[in-house]
């Protein structure tokens, strides 16, 4: 029998270190400063809901490419004539998907299985077998409206990240003041190791099993790391095929191309709130952009074009750092050029390395570049104390989510580097994601001006009161009313943009109560 003495001995079990408990570390401390409700606290320590699910298909039979030394047993194998070059499809990791009738004809030379390309190589042939792949999607939290947040194609994912991504979306949300909550998904997939039809496949059949958890105003996927706005738009087309009142059902998905329902700005949307929260930061200072130098680690949706828009306010880009290489130019990389190079159809990894106008670097001397600022603009956890440790620079501002670890936050205020949020810096894609949204609603179309202009004013209002509720000074001007967010005391930046997000939360439960 279990006497008394047993339970008062028996110790707490230490909770387990995750991703998803390390993103909350920020959350419990706000709300311990401004005592949150302990029953709104109880709402958003934990998602709403956690869907796990599987998505088949079948492969399409690929040439996969020998090795120089493999390829020695075949020396004597003739060149198979290529009938239909179209037909093959070359993947960033050397394989060929071989589409329709690529190679049908009479001089296929294949022998065990292997066969020689005019371009020389030999190559297995590996028929295409049905393969299966795991899907989520995360519901964190619909407090302040339906659950909102990306599509994520790539390998390392898993139940523990998305929980914390999408945790991330419902204070994101409510700092931007849309009405939305929180959610994240996607697929367990490295997108690059799979050919166009195949990824097509795999999304349509994705939105199939998707479709009975989210809707327009239930929930809504855009796009992340590995996924478009072609992807986007084979979830849509899957989602409203067939339905009697499609058009309605726009807004099911943003992050869309104009010409099906997308916003005007919003594939350069997230890119232009970082810049548009840099340039603030500068401007609270006197100062100006223009003569900034900056280092910016990923170059894809996020990291180009917040690049981009860095370079005409006259800042200077020194290095970049991808998946596949990282690049140094002193002088100022021609961002524009680099652009053009990355999205170059001959540049099958879609990579920076290689680009003429720099020289390549390692990773590791990346975070020691002198420059003012440093963007991550890729995965979560890249900047650990260590690296923080060596940065050379005087403001990190956050185009990824969750770059920066805990520890490495720690480091960065202790060494006096500034810090802007992702959760405000990044939150210019969801922004626009709501004004797409709107304008689904409507059947409008707005302006390219019009969908800038008020994305400026809105990230510049909300980046302003977090900005107060850190430095503890409320005030009310033309552009923003802080008062009601500050606490009587200064925080870090990270702290007051999740006292700004949970006030604004807590407000729509004490407003609105419980529903039972
Ligand atoms: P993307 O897929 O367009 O680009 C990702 C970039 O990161 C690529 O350049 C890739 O090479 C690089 N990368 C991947 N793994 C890397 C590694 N191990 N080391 C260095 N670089 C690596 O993705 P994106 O949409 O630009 O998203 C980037 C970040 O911004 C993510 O953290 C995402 O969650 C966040 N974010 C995106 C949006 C959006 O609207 N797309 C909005 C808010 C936040």
Known sequence: M???????RAPAPSPKRTIYTEAMEIF?????????????????????????????????????????????????????????????????????????????????????????????????????????????????????????????????????????????????????EVPFGGGKGGIQIDPRQYG??????????????????????IDIPAPDVGTNGEIMALMLREYSDGERERHNLRGIVTGKDVRIGGSEGRVKATGQGVAYCIEDYYADRGESVKGKTFVLQGFGNVGSHG??????????????????????????IDVHALMAYVSDPKN?????????GAQKIEKKDLWEIQADMLIPAALGGEITADVAERLKVKLVAEGANGPTTPEADRVLQKRGIDLIPDIIANAGGVTVSYYEWIQNKR??????????????????????????????????????????????????????????????????????GFSQ
């Not at 005030?475 to 943009?497: E, L, Q, W």
Request: aromatic share 8%.
């Open 28 to 176: 419990h401390r706000a709300a311990d400063l401004i005592g949150l409700d302990k029953r709104v606290r109880l709402e958003l320590e934990e998602p709403d809901y956690e869907h796990i699910f599987y998505v088949t298909t079948k492969l399409k039979d690929r040439l996969v490419p020998l090795a120089p030394e493999e390829a020695k047993a075949f020396s004597d194998l003739s060149v198979t004539q290529v009938r239909n070059p179209d037909g093959l499809e070359r993947l960033a990791d050397g394989k060929i998907i071989l589409n329709g009738r690529a190679l049908l004809g009479s001089d296929v030379n294949i022998r065990r299985g292997h066969l020689r390309l005019p371009d020389g190589g030999v190559y297995q042939l590996v028929p295409g077998e049905s393969q299966r792949f795991k899907a989520y999607r995360v519901q964190h939290n619909q407090a302040r409206g339906p659950y909102k947040g990306g599509i994520r194609y790539h390998r390392e994912v898993s139940l523990d990240l998305f929980k914390a991504l999408a945790a991330e979306m419902t204070w994101k949300t409510a700092i931007s």
């Open 443 to 512: 059947m409008e179309r707005w302006s390219e001006s019009e969908v800038d202009q008020r994305l400026e004013k809105a990230m510049k209002r909300n980046y302003r009161i977090i900005r107060d509720i850190s430095r503890n000074q409320p005030r009310k001007t033309d552009m923003h009313d802080s008062r009601g967010y500050c606490i009587s005391k200064t925080v870090d930046p990270r702290c007051a943009a999740m006292i700004l997000a949970l006030k604004r939360i807590e407000a729509h439960y004490m407003l609105e």
């Open 307 to 332: 690049a981009a828009i860095l370079a005409n306010m006259g800042a200077r880009l020194l290095a970049v750092n991808d998946a596949d290489g990282s690049i140094y130019n002193g002088d100022g």
């Open 348 to 356: 099958l990894k879609r990579s920076v390395a290689g680009f003429p």
């Open 2 to 8: 279990a006497s008394e003495e047993n339970f008062m």
């Open 196 to 217: 166009r039809e195949e990824l097509e496949n795999i999304t349509l059949r994705f939105m199939y099993k998707l479709k009975s958890m989210i809707g327009p105003n």
